[in-house]
């Protein structure tokens, strides 16, 4: 018996066990099945409310983007757009390279021209110099023959700078032949006032006399009134003295003594003493002497002139008296055709 | 000093006028002489009895008066200022006024010299009336006169602004203006120095001398042959080219730089100095400026200048100005280096012997900083110290690896094996630059 019970016991529980198993698999397979659908249900209801929202979305987004993209394209041409604003800008005025060129080959010629015109004025400069010195040296050689004109060669005796084993004389010799012989007394009378005025044209002494007084004594009174600026003055008195060239010459001198000549000569010579003798009827008719009205009377000449000069009316006399003259007469005119008398009778 | 000054103290206040006026020349030849002598003048109490019966005078004694004025004022600004505390300053203007030019000169030299020391003398000058006086004194005819009057006003303007100011108030500019083209030398010299100091100050000034038309005629005196004349000139055009751009432009249009390098060319010493800093200003202000300096030729003289000159300050200026040529843009850099100043300039800059102010480094800098004509650079590497073999390494770094040609050449003169001898800690800048170039080169070369 208990053999049997165990193993029917055995049996019943390993039946029981096994149907245990059957329902424990069976009721998971549902359950699984059951969560299987519910996730799906949960994924399709999300499924359709994300594509939903999004669908919401998505216009904007696809306007936003499509925005953006404008935006870029437009920066982009926007830029190049600045950038060749920018370079044209640049090139022709900030920084313009050709009128830059232009400007630096202007200078340069600028510079040339300002160059040569300096170099011109520094030549010129140079040539006044030298002329000055020459100036100089030739007044210099002119005062030396001046003085030493007793070296001058006559007919008999040859001078210094004419000797005869020369062809032509010295150079020296012809200066001393043209210059005046020097003498030494007016020398010193060089007024200080007329040599400045002659001095070389540098304005290095500019007519300073003109406001510059000699030398007055210190404590001079000035004299009262009216008068005239002492150096203007001075300048009058002391002005050089430029006479005409008729004047200038001098009285011996060859010219003027050939004028004498003639002047004798003719004279001597001529024929007639009067030269304009009337001699032809242009002379008779025209050339008439008529006499003026005021000394030509009816019957010839008027003695008023020649006889009187003042008339006399005593019939009008007031007082029976002449004129009385204030001031002593002229004694001269009292006399006047009383000095001489015809019949020599003395006055 | 046997007691002279006392015996003749006495003999100033004498009757008889021409005692008077001896003694006070004796007095003025004595303080003339020498600095003691002048105190023991002024410790005596001469100055005012000399003064007081001033306007009473005759114009001798007057003259004689300004003199000793002058002769003490001369030595010193105590000595001056003890001038004017007694006074002189109203008896001097009282001189100025007087009809005889003579007297108007000694005046207008006591001025000078007085004015000369230091800006207070100067405003004392000033405050006394003298400056309308001494602009009518220029205008009149005695040359000597005419010069006396234009170095007073030239030491009277030199201290500040407002004396400046005050002297083209009073109408100095236009007159100074008429009397540039006068032949005299002296003269000219002394209006150029005038007009200088007064257009030193500011840009007002300037423009001002400027509008006074001295222009085109400034040019013809940088061609005088006197040396000051034309020192004087260059300093006119220095001072009116270092305020502003527009007043260097102005200068480059009338054809000023042309006649300052002329001028520079012709002189030889200090009177090139002047010229020399004017370029400097004038390239300073702008690159288009600093162009028209080379185009009118300004680097060869200035070449010359830093090679022959002896004295430190002359090539100091003239190493300044090539700095300010060259440092604007990589063209200006290869004209400078074109005319073969670098190695000049480096050599003076190795030279232990020349000052600080001579070795100018940032001159160097700047227009190794721009150049990329190579050829120039070429030599230089060769001796350069550490502190310029940068500069240069890292303008062969800049440009090698753009030009093949230029790589070529460095090789063929050695000047890659140079670099390799370089020692350079690694992470300076300098190492940089070597890696640079050694990168433009392929490997078995390197080697």
């Given at each position: 018996?208990?053999?049997?019970?165990?193993?029917?016991?055995?049996?019943?529980?390993?039946?029981?066990?096994?149907?245990?198993?059957?329902?424990?698999?069976?009721?998971?397979?549902?359950?699984?099945?059951?969560?299987?659908?519910?996730?799906k249900?949960?994924?399709?209801?999300?499924?359709?409310?994300?594509?939903?929202?999004?669908?919401?979305?998505?216009?904007?987004?696809?306007?936003?983007?499509?925005?953006?993209?404008?935006?870029?394209?437009?920066?982009e041409?926007?830029?190049?757009?600045?950038?060749?604003?920018?370079?044209?800008?640049?090139?022709?005025?900030?920084?313009?390279?050709?009128?830059?060129?232009?400007?630096?080959?202007?200078?340069?010629?600028?510079?040339?021209?300002?160059?040569?015109?300096?170099?011109?004025?520094?030549?010129?400069?140079?040539?006044?110099?030298?002329?000055?010195?020459?100036?100089?040296?030739?007044?210099?050689?002119?005062?030396?023959?001046?003085?030493?004109?007793?070296?001058?060669?006559?007919?008999?005796?040859?001078?210094?700078?004419n000797?005869?084993?020369?062809?032509?004389?010295?150079?020296?010799?012809l200066?001393?032949?043209?210059?005046?012989?020097?003498?030494?007394?007016?020398?010193?009378?060089?007024?200080?006032?007329?040599?400045?005025?002659?001095?070389?044209?540098?304005?290095?002494?500019?007519?300073?006399?003109?406001?510059?007084?000699?030398?007055?004594?210190?404590?001079?009174?000035?004299?009262?009134?009216?008068?005239?600026?002492?150096?203007?003055?001075?300048?009058?008195?002391?002005?050089?003295?430029?006479?005409?060239?008729?004047?200038?010459?001098?009285?011996?001198?060859?010219?003027?003594?050939?004028?004498?000549?003639?002047?004798?000569?003719?004279?001597r010579?001529?024929?007639?003493?009067?030269?304009?003798?009337p001699?032809?009827t242009?002379?008779?008719?025209?050339?008439?002497?008529?006499p003026s009205?005021?000394?030509?009377?009816?019957?010839?000449?008027?003695?008023?002139?020649?006889?009187?000069?003042?008339?006399?009316?005593?019939?009008?006399?007031i007082?029976?008296?002449?004129?009385?003259?204030?001031?002593?007469?002229?004694?001269?005119?009292?006399?006047?055709g009383?000095?001489?008398?015809?019949?020599?009778?003395?006055? | 000093?046997?007691?002279?000054?006392?015996?003749?103290?006495?003999?100033?206040?004498?009757?008889?006028?021409?005692?008077?006026?001896?003694?006070?020349?004796?007095?003025?030849?004595?303080?003339?002489?020498?600095?003691?002598?002048?105190?023991?003048?002024?410790?005596?109490?001469?100055?005012?009895?000399?003064i007081?019966?001033?306007?009473?005078?005759?114009?001798?004694?007057?003259?004689?008066?300004a003199?000793?004025?002058?002769?003490?004022?001369?030595?010193?600004?105590?000595?001056?200022?003890?001038?004017?505390?007694?006074?002189?300053?109203?008896?001097?203007?009282?001189?100025l006024?007087d009809?005889?030019?003579?007297?108007?000169?000694?005046?207008?030299?006591?001025?000078?010299?007085?004015?000369?020391?230091?800006p207070?003398l100067?405003?004392?000058?000033?405050?006394?009336?003298?400056?309308?006086?001494?602009?009518?004194?220029?205008?009149?005819?005695?040359?000597?006169?005419?010069?006396?009057?234009?170095s007073?006003?030239?030491?009277?303007?030199?201290?500040?602004?407002?004396?400046?100011?005050?002297?083209?108030?009073?109408g100095?500019?236009?007159?100074?203006?008429?009397?540039?083209?006068?032949?005299?030398?002296?003269?000219?010299?002394?209006?150029?120095s005038?007009?200088?100091?007064?257009?030193?100050?500011?840009?007002?000034?300037?423009?001002?001398?400027?509008?006074?038309?001295?222009?085109?005629?400034?040019?013809?005196?940088?061609?005088?042959?006197?040396?000051?004349?034309?020192?004087?000139?260059?300093?006119?055009?220095?001072?009116?080219?270092?305020?502003t751009p527009?007043?260097?432009?102005?200068?480059?249009?009338?054809?000023?730089?042309?006649?300052?390098?002329?001028?520079?060319?012709?002189c030889?010493?200090?009177?090139?100095?002047?010229?020399?800093?004017t370029?400097?200003?004038?390239?300073?202000?702008?690159?288009?400026?600093?162009?028209?300096?080379?185009v009118?030729?300004?680097?060869?003289?200035?070449?010359?200048?830093?090679?022959?000159?002896?004295?430190?300050?002359?090539?100091?200026?003239?190493?300044?100005?090539?700095?300010?040529?060259?440092?604007?843009?990589?063209?200006?850099?290869?004209?400078?280096?074109?005319?073969n100043?670098?190695?000049?300039?480096?050599?003076?800059?190795?030279?232990?012997?020349?000052?600080?102010?001579?070795?100018m480094?940032?001159?160097?800098?700047?227009?190794?900083?721009?150049?990329?004509?190579?050829?120039?650079?070429?030599?230089?590497?060769?001796?350069?110290p550490?502190?310029?073999?940068?500069?240069?390494?890292g303008q062969?770094?800049?440009?090698?690896?753009?030009?093949?040609?230029?790589?070529?050449?460095?090789?063929?003169?050695?000047?890659?094996?140079?670099?390799?001898?370089?020692?350079?800690?690694?992470?300076?800048?300098?190492?940089?630059?070597?890696?640079?170039?050694?990168?433009?080169y392929?490997?078995?070369?390197?080697?």
């Amino acid at each position: 018996y208990f053999y049997i019970f165990r193993a029917i016991d055995e049996d019943r529980k390993t039946k029981y066990r096994a149907a245990v198993k059957i329902q424990r698999w069976f009721r998971a397979c549902r359950v699984r099945a059951y969560l299987r659908h519910l996730s799906k249900m949960a994924i399709l209801i999300q499924k359709w409310w994300r594509g939903y929202l999004r669908r919401k979305h998505f216009r904007e987004i696809v306007e936003r983007a499509y925005f953006i993209k404008k935006l870029k394209f437009y920066n982009e041409m926007a830029v190049r757009i600045q950038k060749m604003w920018r370079g044209y800008y640049v090139r022709k005025y900030i920084h313009n390279f050709y009128a830059l060129k232009k400007y630096l080959e202007a200078v340069s010629v600028n510079n040339m021209l300002v160059r040569s015109e300096l170099q011109e004025y520094a030549e010129m400069k140079e040539n006044e110099e030298k002329m000055k010195d020459l100036e100089k040296k030739e007044k210099e050689k002119k005062y030396q023959a001046r003085k030493m004109h007793y070296l001058l060669s006559t007919e008999q005796i040859p001078g210094i700078y004419n000797s005869p084993f020369r062809k032509s004389p010295d150079p020296m010799e012809l200066l001393l032949r043209k210059s005046k012989p020097l003498i030494h007394r007016k020398q010193q009378v060089k007024s200080p006032f007329a040599y400045e005025l002659y001095d070389w044209p540098t304005c290095k002494k500019p007519p300073a006399f003109v406001t510059s007084l000699p030398l007055l004594p210190a404590d001079r009174q000035k004299p009262q009134g009216p008068f005239r600026d002492p150096a203007e003055v001075l300048w009058q008195r002391y002005k050089p003295l430029e006479p005409t060239l008729r004047v200038r010459e001098s009285f011996n001198s060859p010219p003027a003594k050939a004028r004498a000549g003639t002047r004798r000569e003719e004279w001597r010579n001529p024929i007639h003493d009067n030269e304009f003798l009337p001699f032809s009827t242009y002379h008779k008719n025209v050339e008439k002497y008529e006499p003026s009205l005021r000394r030509s009377g009816k019957y010839g000449r008027e003695a008023y002139g020649t006889k009187h000069f003042r008339e006399v009316y005593p019939k009008k006399w007031i007082a029976d008296k002449d004129f009385e003259t204030l001031f002593s007469s002229i004694v001269l005119f009292e006399k006047f055709g009383k000095t001489y008398s015809s019949t020599g009778q003395i006055v | 000093n046997s007691g002279v000054v006392c015996l003749l103290r006495p003999l100033l206040l004498d009757v008889v006028p021409s005692v008077r006026q001896t003694a006070a020349l004796a007095l003025g030849r004595l303080a003339d002489y020498d600095v003691d002598l002048a105190e023991a003048v002024v410790k005596a109490g001469i100055l005012p009895q000399l003064i007081c019966s001033l306007p009473e005078e005759n114009r001798y004694y007057k003259k004689t008066a300004a003199f000793v004025l002058r002769a003490i004022a001369k030595h010193s600004p105590q000595l001056a200022q003890a001038v004017v505390q007694c006074g002189a300053l109203e008896m001097l203007v009282i001189c100025l006024e007087d009809f005889d030019p003579g007297v108007k000169e000694g005046a207008s030299w006591a001025f000078g010299y007085i004015a000369r020391h230091n800006p207070e003398l100067s405003q004392a000058v000033v405050d006394a009336g003298a400056v309308p006086l001494l602009v009518l004194c220029i205008q009149e005819p005695e040359i000597a006169l005419k010069r006396i009057a234009a170095s007073t006003l030239s030491d009277i303007s030199k201290h500040s602004p407002e004396l400046a100011q005050t002297v083209v108030d009073a109408g100095a500019i236009a007159h100074l203006a008429q009397m540039i083209p006068n032949p005299d030398a002296k003269l000219k010299r002394q209006v150029l120095s005038a007009l200088s100091q007064i257009a030193k100050h500011s840009v007002d000034l300037a423009e001002l001398v400027v509008e006074a038309e001295i222009f085109p005629v400034v040019l013809t005196c940088l061609k005088d042959s006197d040396e000051y004349v034309k020192k004087n000139g260059a300093t006119l055009i220095r001072e009116i080219a270092k305020h502003t751009p527009e007043l260097s432009q102005l200068i480059v249009n009338s054809g000023g730089v042309a006649a300052v390098i002329d001028c520079i060319g012709s002189c030889r010493g200090t009177v090139r100095l002047p010229g020399i800093m004017t370029l400097g200003y004038v390239a300073a202000h702008s690159e288009d400026l600093s162009m028209a300096v080379i185009v009118s030729k300004g680097i060869p003289p200035l070449s010359v200048c830093l090679i022959e000159e002896h004295e430190d300050h002359i090539k100091a200026a003239a190493a300044w100005a090539l700095g300010q040529i060259g440092r604007h843009t990589a063209e200006h850099a290869r004209h400078v280096a074109v005319a073969n100043v670098l190695p000049t300039l480096l050599d003076i800059f190795v030279d232990t012997r020349s000052s600080e102010d001579l070795k100018m480094k940032a001159t160097l800098k700047n227009i190794l900083q721009k150049c990329t004509y190579l050829p120039a650079l070429e030599p230089l590497l060769h001796e350069a110290p550490p502190s310029i073999m940068k500069h240069i390494i890292g303008q062969f770094s800049k440009v090698l690896p753009h030009d093949t040609k230029a790589r070529r050449l460095f090789v063929t003169t050695g000047g890659l094996k140079k670099v390799q001898e370089i020692k350079a800690e690694p992470g300076s800048l300098l190492q940089e630059y070597i890696n640079t170039i050694n990168n433009c080169y392929p490997e078995e070369i390197v080697r």
